[in-house]
């Protein structure tokens, strides 16, 4: 009977990984990465100090939140080290902020680097979600083009938050589909989501692009010019999604006269989307191989600036310098 038992246990195991495909189980502990950007926006913050580039600490709450941990990843490397980047983690962040896309070795050029490789795993059988928010959601149209053309249009709202004018269709997406009832009216009929923006896309700009047959439109919104914008997309294939909002600023952020949402509902749709992607993250089963690497790796090695006054936007920096990836690189 004992032996029938095994047998029937292993069985069973390796019909789940069959169903799997090559996907392994899961993992409870996600680890996170967060692409760094150029150091443009926040350079006046620190006149008397050089940077190479920065996080929001914003994000890296955002994501523990919903219990991730997270590893900095470093712009200006070259594809192998992406490539350690995806293979360790179980997804991916690019945030929002300010910069260019055709600087050599910088966001555009790191984000087009991981884009491709996760989806290479995700072809392989490998479940890896991206997220981006703002210039992230940006970002993947970029390097949905490999990287070829940046589609942005100039677009500006700012300092403001509004509800969400979703699409047709938005409650079969993956990222709506089980949300909570009460989290759905706020986004609807709430100023919760937060824009701090002056680019954005079109569902125009996408269908020039040969671009819609990939992506769907979830949610749009106006800017002050009466310019429709994408709020909310999804990859139609890929677990990738990708905000023009900023979720994280409704718990993290709290400089006056910004029109952050504090409210109870708007906290609440902000946990929602944090939630969502963590717990996509924990359908991947990447990690270290050493747990030593792993330590190093994690922007616990790192403290935040506090930017008091200096700062429009941000209540905290993670600011990094070239010396930093030589001594905490992804092995």
């Known amino acids: 009977m004992e032996i029938f038992r095994g047998f029937f246990l292993i069985f069973l195991a390796l019909g789940f990984q069959v169903a799997a ?19 443009y926006i926040i350079s006046s913050y620190f006149p008397n100090e050089t940077y190479d580039s920065y996080i929001a600490a914003s994000y890296v709450k955002h994501l ?23 293979n360790y983690t179980n997804g991916l962040l690019f945030p929002g902020g300010g910069t260019y896309f055709n600087e050599t070795g910088g966001y ?14 995700n ?28 589609i942005r249009v100039d677009c500006s709202l700012k300092n403001i938050a509004v509800p969400l004018e979703f699409s047709d269709g938005y409650q079969s997406s993956k990222l709506f589909s089980l949300v909570p009832k009460d989290v759905i009216q706020t986004l609807k009929s709430k100023n919760c989501t937060y824009n701090q923006h002056r680019y954005c896309l079109t569902k125009a700009v996408l269908k020039e ?22 709020s909310a997309m999804e ?12 979720p ?11 029109g952050f949402p504090h409210s109870f509902d708007s906290i609440k749709t902000a946990q929602y989307f944090a939630n969502f992607f963590v717990n996509e993250c924990k359908k991947n089963a990447n990690g270290f191989s050493d747990e030593s690497v792993e330590s190093e790796s994690l922007i616990y090695n790192f403290n935040p600036k506090y930017t008091g006054l200096k ?4 209540e905290q920096l993670y600011v990094f310098l070239k010396e930093d990836f030589r001594k905490h690189q992804l092995l």
């Open 21 to 39: 495909g090559k996907q392994r189980v899961g993992t409870e502990t996600p680890i996170i990465g967060v692409l760094s950007q150029e150091t």
């Open 64 to 86: 523990e939140s919903g219990g991730a941990r997270v590893v900095p990843v470093w712009i200006g490397q070259n594809e192998d080290y992406y490539r350690r980047v995806v």
């Open 108 to 121: 555009g050029e790191a984000a087009t680097h991981l884009y491709n490789i996760a989806l290479e795993y």
């Open 123 to 150: 072809d392989n059988g490998i479940y890896y979600p991206i997220w981006g928010s703002c210039l992230g959601l940006q970002a993947l149209m970029y390097a949905a083009l490999n990287g070829t053309k940046d």
């Open 209 to 230: 692009n040969d671009l819609l047959n990939d992506w769907n439109i979830l949610a749009t919104n106006k800017d002050d010019n009466g310019l429709e914008f994408i």
């Open 235 to 246: 990859h139609r294939k890929y677990p990738v999604y990708g905000v023009q909002f900023h």
């Open 248 to 258: 994280e600023k409704n718990q993290f952020e709290f400089k006056k006269g910004k």
């Open 311 to 314: 700062s429009a936007y941000y």
